[in-house]
């Protein structure tokens, strides 16, 4: 008796542990040859970083600014003020490639970047953006992830406590942007505003068909390159 009831005590923690690893399972892109595109889900919409899907529960403290004194993207805090958000989730606004996912250190703290394709409605043309969430207390991704919709890609943090608990959220046209900026004009062409973009894209057609999306991109920089 005590044989069979330890057989079927293992055959549980078996079951579980395989249960467990094919959840933990990631999906990593295939790229070309030359290692210079990456295949890529076309996005079929976008929500909010925070309380997806309408960021219910958050609110926009700070927003974008390119003018001095610039601030470069996003502020999102939670309701209850103060550091009540400390370690919610961050979700990728949509389909994409983790092109980033490390400590920047400095005023960025935890990063992550996730590139998306996705067919603009008017043109049809496919077009390219990146978005970035940083100040994370944990990255829950891995470079060269593909993530959707949804996908939490870490939580919340306070950059080991030089600000009160948000995410800082940044959306680029110009994928050559990575944390340091490399000098890239900080302008219109180069940053948007997240959340008017994610509201004016907020549904696309969707495609099962995968695209190419360029990588290895990234200007030099003193901080983690990214792929």
């Known amino acids: 008796m005590f044989r069979a009831v330890r057989h079927l005590m293992i055959l549980a923690a078996v079951l579980v542990a395989t249960l467990w690893a094919q959840a933990a399972a990631v999906d ?3 790229k070309t040859p030359d290692g210079k595109w990456a295949y890529v889900p076309l996005a079929d919409g976008f929500d909010y970083p925070v309380g997806k899907p309408d960021g219910a529960g958050y609110y926009k403290a700070r927003g974008l600014r ?6 470069l993207g996003e502020d999102w805090n939670g309701n209850g003020g103060g550091n009540s958000d400390l370690g919610d989730p961050v979700y990728t606004i949509g389909n994409g490639l983790v092109t980033y996912a490390a400590d920047a250190r400095g005023r960025w703290g935890k990063v992550v ?33 593909l993530v959707k919709r949804g996908d939490q890609v870490g939580t919340i943090g ?35 505003n997240l959340e008017n973009f994610i509201k004016h894209y907020r549904k696309l057609t969707p495609e099962t068909k995968m695209v190419k999306l360029p990588i ?7 901080d983690p390159a990214g792929l």
């Open 216 to 222: 290895g991109c990234f200007l030099p920089s003193k």
């Open 28 to 30: 990593f892109a295939r």
């Open 113 to 145: 970047i996730v590139r998306h394709a996705f067919r603009e409605p008017k043109s049809k043309r496919v077009l390219c953006c990146q978005t970035l969430y940083a100040h994370l207390d944990r990255i829950d991704v891995q470079l060269g992830q």
């Open 158 to 192: 306070t950059n080991r406590g030089m600000f009160p608990a948000h995410l800082h959220a940044e959306l680029h046209f110009n994928i050559l942007v990575n944390c340091g900026q490399q000098g890239i004009p900080k302008n219109a062409s180069n940053y948007g």
């Open 66 to 71: 390119l003018a001095t004194p610039r601030h």
